[in-house]
Structures are given as C-alpha cells and as structure tokens.
C-alpha cells in the first residue's frame, strides 16, 4: 500500500523528497557556505 501525500497541505520537505531530492540547502548552497564560514568551525571541533 502507497500513502498518498497532499502537497497542498504537506510541509516543503516532505514534497521536495517525493520529488526525490536528497540534500536540501535552504537558500541554496551558497548560504549554507556562509554559514558554515560564520560558524568558524574549526579543526577537531565537535559539532
């Protein structure tokens, strides 16, 4: 049995991965590169 998704009413993530994306990047790759560069992580670091 499929479950059926209502992409009126589902959130974005669920539709997106119905679509078969993967990796999501809010704001795309480059924001998520600015973010990492702000958060200064550095060598041994736990996130």
Same mark, same amino acid.
């Given at each position: ?19 078969? $994306? $993967? ?6 790759? $480059? ?17």
């Amino acid at each position: 049995m499929t479950a059926t998704l209502n992409v009126a009413t589902a959130p974005s993530h669920q539709v997106l991965a119905a679509a078969g $994306k $993967k990796i999501l990047h809010p704001g795309g790759r $480059k924001a998520t590169e600015q973010l990492f560069a702000r958060a200064n992580f550095q060598p041994g670091q736990t996130v």
